[in-house]
């Protein structure tokens, strides 16, 4: 009996050594990663110190002046009194707005368009053309015949909806069959087949196409907001100083823009990692 209770135990003490060890191993990869890409960013701003250094430019931004303009901007606002966070908030409202519906329409019509080809074959003489369109090209038309907020969602929609509508697309054909005839022959129906095959077949592709949409969302609301008009947002900011010649403060915006589209990188990225912890990562 003592040799049999003593067994469980053993083994209970094994796993949790193993999940301690996993832990530790895990923490320790992180500080790995982020020793190493502070090590890159010193290596970045060195060369931008030495290239400051060396220009004769007196336009050129320094590191001090984008420090000192940051810290201006962030305690006493724009030249119009607006201030960083109202900028950044500004553009992120516009952009997930955006974001959102073009990630609603593009799964459902990549879905629709990938399970039924005729009707991607009976329209592409419409949507090709229009994929090839780049989303700056549509500011003109949106600043005449949209107003406020709309005309800033629809151009990021353009900008990110067909990123995730292609990566849909083209991920349906390679569902694997013997998954869905599987389905079928434990007497499942179609909506089980969308349900448990389908989607969760095409879930990365979904999410690789919102990261491409996320990128071109962010490059789309620059544009947009330094011809809109509107006082508020981070691409005006960038407008602003550059008419008055100021590119430290225009760098202060760009950083901004940078360090919001890596937040939402990065928040995209734990979504697919806890989504597909069974996936192993291929190294050389």
């Given at each position: 009996?003592?040799?049999?209770?003593?067994?469980?135990?053993?083994?209970?003490?094994?796993?949790?050594?193993?999940?301690?060890?996993?832990?530790?191993?895990?923490?320790?990869?992180?500080?790995k990663?982020?020793?190493?890409?502070?090590?890159t960013?010193?290596?970045?701003?060195?060369?931008?110190?030495?290239?400051?250094?060396?220009?004769?430019?007196?336009?050129?931004?320094?590191?001090?002046?984008?420090?000192?303009?940051a810290?201006?901007?962030?305690?006493?606002g724009d030249?119009?009194?607006?201030?960083?966070?109202?900028?950044?908030?500004?553009?992120?409202?516009?952009?997930?707005?955006?974001?959102?519906?073009?990630?609603?329409?593009?799964?459902?019509?990549?879905l629709?368009?990938?399970?039924?080809p005729?009707?991607?074959?009976?329209?592409?003489?419409?949507?090709?053309?229009?994929?090839?369109?780049?989303?700056?090209?549509?500011?003109?038309?949106?600043?005449?015949l949209?107003?406020?907020?709309?005309?800033?969602?629809?151009?990021?929609?353009?900008?990110?909806?067909?990123?995730?509508?292609i990566?849909?697309?083209?991920?349906?054909?390679?569902?694997?069959?013997i998954?869905?005839?599987?389905?079928?022959?434990?007497?499942?129906?179609?909506?089980?087949?969308?349900?448990?095959?389908?989607?969760?077949?095409?879930?990365?592709?979904?999410?690789?196409?919102?990261?491409?949409?996320?990128?071109?969302?962010?490059?789309?609301?620059?544009?947009?907001?330094?011809?809109?008009?509107e006082?508020?947002?981070?691409?005006?900011?960038?407008?602003?100083?550059?008419?008055?010649?100021?590119?430290?403060?225009?760098?202060?915006?760009?950083?901004?823009v940078?360090?919001?589209g890596?937040?939402?990188?990065?928040?995209?990225?734990?979504?697919?990692?806890?989504?597909?912890?069974?996936?192993?990562?291929?190294?050389?």
């Amino acid at each position: 009996m003592a040799k049999a209770e003593i067994a469980p135990v053993e083994a209970s003490h094994i796993s949790e050594l193993k999940n301690r060890i996993g832990k530790s191993s895990r923490v320790s990869k992180r500080l790995k990663i982020y020793a190493y890409n502070m090590i890159t960013l010193g290596i970045f701003l060195l060369a931008w110190a030495i290239i400051q250094n060396t220009t004769t430019s007196s336009y050129f931004p320094t590191i001090g002046g984008v420090e000192k303009a940051a810290v201006e901007l962030a305690t006493k606002g724009d030249i119009q009194g607006f201030s960083l966070i109202q900028h950044a908030w500004a553009s992120s409202l516009r952009v997930l707005s955006g974001f959102g519906l073009a990630l609603v329409m593009g799964v459902t019509l990549g879905l629709l368009m990938g399970l039924y080809p005729s009707i991607y074959e009976n329209s592409k003489v419409i949507i090709e053309p229009v994929r090839f369109i780049p989303p700056i090209a549509w500011i003109p038309m949106a600043m005449v015949l949209l107003r406020g907020f709309t005309r800033y969602v629809f151009i990021i929609w353009v900008g990110a909806f067909f990123p995730i509508f292609i990566s849909v697309l083209t991920s349906i054909p390679r569902v694997e069959t013997i998954l869905k005839d599987s389905v079928k022959v434990y007497g499942g129906s179609r909506w089980d087949i969308l349900k448990k095959i389908v989607i969760p077949s095409v879930t990365p592709e979904i999410l690789a196409g919102a990261r491409i949409g996320l990128g071109d969302s962010w490059m789309c609301i620059v544009a947009a907001e330094m011809i809109g008009g509107e006082p508020v947002g981070v691409g005006r900011l960038i407008l602003k100083y550059a008419d008055l010649l100021n590119m430290n403060a225009v760098v202060v915006g760009m950083i901004l823009v940078g360090v919001i589209g890596l937040a939402c990188n990065e928040v995209v990225l734990q979504i697919e990692r806890r989504l597909f912890r069974w996936r192993s990562q291929i190294t050389l």
